[in-house]
């Protein structure tokens, strides 16, 4: 096996609930020896516990200490993990790091060469920087919830925590690019995200679409904003999705349905005759799609080379012979739950993909390993459990 890409790297991972910990195993999955720094109570966050679904597919490939960041040889142990370290990430609220005495500037004392991760709800400072974030009040700050939805429907959350899982891949990117730019100043460097920016930044041609254009993005439903027909459309037995955006597909669609006229139907003919006239239009050809299966017209849609799918459940997801082959499940063993499948990663490389090495570790783990590796003697380290700082 060829060596995993990020496996030079030590990240100590202070994280919790959900956005710093899916940076965090973006990492991990690519090879960094991610220590992931718990309370010695053990309180992630994270509804479910410890042995949840979720718990266990955002925590893979860590190893776990236990330390008592309140106690003054807590942060000394902290210290002297960061002083071997090339990464930190903290999703603390932003005045809490510094009440603790591990903001970005006392952390640099330490370790020069730190690249220092900070997710917040909102931003490190501004406004609203004291204000506790979470996933849902971004989406709907962050202007989501506003285009989600049926027409008229009123707001609408979207059903995967968008904001923390972007806030995340976003903060992952910046900690890449950091570790790129040390390699020629020698010097870390303070990488900054927040679901709020990370939302607004997700919503792409929707944003740009105001601040371009002017216009305030309505709710659209199924129905694509502006590529025209693109829907839910049913079937015989079922739905399925059909994206026909540009002239060419739209005319390739009316030949699929047998149905040229409505390439030639002056209400049809053109992109702002189909925006203008969508529901008319949308009603003509599910006309004709409820005439035959949803397999019979993603196949026969997908070999004219009209983008067609079908519309899943998650066991249905799984179960696809294309996300078999993309592996997007992989399995793990764990202690308590033995094997198990986990997401998989959306990206692979050709030489040096990801590895899934170990499950998600217990509480304290691999305390008394870590503490070894940074030169805590056994007698030292007996002395840290009796007085608690440790577990």
């Known amino acids: 096996m060829n060596k995993l890409p990020l496996s030079r790297f030590k990240v100590v991972d202070l994280t919790r609930v959900r956005a710093g910990p899916t940076c965090a195993r973006q990492l991990a999955d690519w090879g960094a020896d991610v220590v992931k720094v718990e309370s010695v109570g053990g309180d992630d966050g994270l509804g479910g516990g410890r042995e949840s679904p979720d718990f266990q597919n955002l925590h893979r490939n860590k190893r776990s200490i236990a330390i008592d960041l309140k106690s003054a040889k807590g942060i000394e142990i902290l210290k002297r993990l960061v002083k071997n370290a090339d990464v930190l990430v903290e999703n603390y609220r932003p005045d809490v790091k510094y009440r603790l005495g591990i903001d970005y500037e006392a952390m640099k004392a330490v370790n020069p060469r730190l690249v220092y991760a900070s997710i917040s709800g909102f931003g490190e400072t501004g406004p609203y920087r004291d204000r506790p974030g979470f996933d849902q009040i971004a989406q709907g700050m962050g202007g989501l919830m506003s285009i989600t939805g049926l027409p008229g429907q009123g707001p609408v959350r979207v059903g995967i925590p968008v904001a923390d899982l972007t806030a995340g891949i976003f903060a992952a990117m910046g900690v890449l690019i950091a570790l790129l ?23 792409d041609f929707q944003a740009a679409r105001w601040l371009i254009g002017h216009e305030v993005p309505p709710q659209a439903g199924n129905n694509h904003p502006t590529g025209i027909p693109t829907g839910v459309f049913k079937t015989k037995d079922g739905a399925i999705n059909i994206a026909s955006a540009g002239q060419a597909i739209y005319v390739r669609l009316c030949e699929a349905l047998a ?17 203008n006239n969508r529901d008319a239009l949308n009603a003509a050809i599910e006309a004709i799609t ?18 067609s799918g079908p519309i899943y459940k998650m066991d249905e997801v799984f179960a696809d012979p294309q996300v078999k082959h993309l592996r997007m499940a992989r399995p793990v063993t ?33 305390t008394d390993m870590v503490l070894a590796e940074v030169g805590y003697s056994a007698d030292d380290i007996a002395a840290l459990r009796q007085d608690k700082v440790v577990s």
């Open 181 to 203: 730019e040390r390699e020629e100043s020698g010097e870390g460097q303070w990488v900054q995200s927040s679901l709020l920016a990370s939302q607004i930044a997700m919503l």
């Open 259 to 275: 149905a040229p006229q409505l390439a030639t139907d002056p209400r049809f003919a053109k992109a702002p005759d189909r925006l």
């Open 290 to 307: 409820l005439t035959k299966t949803s397999v019979q017209w993603i196949e026969l849609l997908n070999d004219k080379g009209v983008p």
């Open 334 to 366: 764990s202690k308590k739950r033995g094997t198990m499948e986990v997401v998989g990663q959306a990206v692979n490389l050709s030489r040096t993909p990801w590895e899934l090495r170990m499950a998600t570790p217990e509480h304290g783990e691999h």
